[in-house]
DNA sequence: TATGGAATGTCAATAGCACTGACTTATCTT
DNA sequence: AAGATAAGTCAGTGCTATTGACATTCCATA
């Protein structure tokens, strides 16, 4: 019956199937925010909060500039999010050392720990998802994401693995 | 090398699988709308508007209960783009035959073409992170994102394909 | 048929997150 | 010394979402 109609109509079938990935993605990514936000309201902070903690906690001094080449925001939307964790005591700067322009950041305890809490929700999801789907389903899953994303910023986490593979 | 690590320490690769899948998504969501945003921008329309109309085109005639339990958003919200979405004559309603109370959405044909002309920018980016992938990994990637959804909405689109076997 | 509840709509106030535009400071590079 | 880069700041605006309170219409049922 499937194959009689992707026979007669290909076109049709492919069609189908991109929109439903669109749908899935929409319904995943809506679930995979939703608990963390709910934390996140009750300390007064938001999405935004998060992504930042999220990738400062994972590129540990990074550069204001980095930071907003992967979140695409403007550095005036940064700039009040990051006040908020820097007065907030969730994130911590200094200076570069190489450039003395750069501010470097990193996440202070306080924000380590709530980078560790917010995580945990969205990983435990994860893992569901990845212990249901098999470790084969997790590859194309990934790589069907990879495929998703700009060029540079599989090259940053590329970077990041290799980085992580020589120090241990 | 890797093996190595992952002998040592087990939990410290688990973990780090499940935050590049993290990064992935983020990415990978980050990318996949910000097209059909640019498009949307031009037409005054946001993001939410680019939901309704997705959803009320693949669910003709679905009603704003329905609507509102798939966005997760209060009423008050989506209340303000559907008004606009109805001024701007991209989505008609009509009563519902069995309940009246009910307002049942479906889109004008301005409100397709606009659905397809941003699913379009969408689906080729999908299509071609797909076709680079291979339908192997498109199935996995597929079996995760439905792990991560709620289960109430994954019996919706199992609902709609069954519908549409039957229909043709 | 009256009552309760469901589906929807509306008004008002507020907050989070983002934008554009214009300007400043400090520092690096040449 | 001059220009470019990294970052910050001030001001104004818009989209998306929230809570809370209240109104309307209609369905189901006791």
């Known amino acids: 019956m499937a194959d009689l ?3 007669a109509n ?3 079938l492919r069609d189908e199937e991109l929109r439903q990935g ?6 995943a990514y809506r679930d995979h925010t939703a608990e963390a936000d709910a934390i996140l309201a009750e300390l007064g902070l938001g999405r935004a909060h998060h992504r930042v903690i999220y990738f400062v906690g994972r590129y540990p001094g990074i550069s204001v500039g980095e930071l907003l080449d992967i979140l695409r925001i403007t550095k005036q939307s940064l700039s009040r999010v990051l006040g908020e964790l ?3 005591g969730f994130v911590e700067q200094r200076k570069g050392a190489r450039d003395r322009r750069q501010r470097l950041l990193s996440l202070s305890p306080a924000g380590q ?8 929700i969205q990983c435990r999801r994860l893992a ?3 212990r249901r789907a098999g ?4 590859a194309g899953f990934r790589t069907v994401l990879g495929g998703i994303t700009e060029e540079r910023d599989l090259r940053r986490m590329a970077a990041r693995t290799a980085a992580g593979e020589r120090s241990g």
């Open 5 to 7: 109609k992707a026979g």
């Open 86 to 88: 820097l007065a907030g």
């Open 113 to 120: 720990a709530l980078e560790q809490r917010l995580s945990d």
């Open 10 to 12: 290909p076109l049709f």
């Open 22 to 27: 669109i749908e899935l993605l929409f319904y």
């Open 128 to 130: 569901r998802a990845y």
């Open 135 to 138: 470790a084969e389903a997790v």
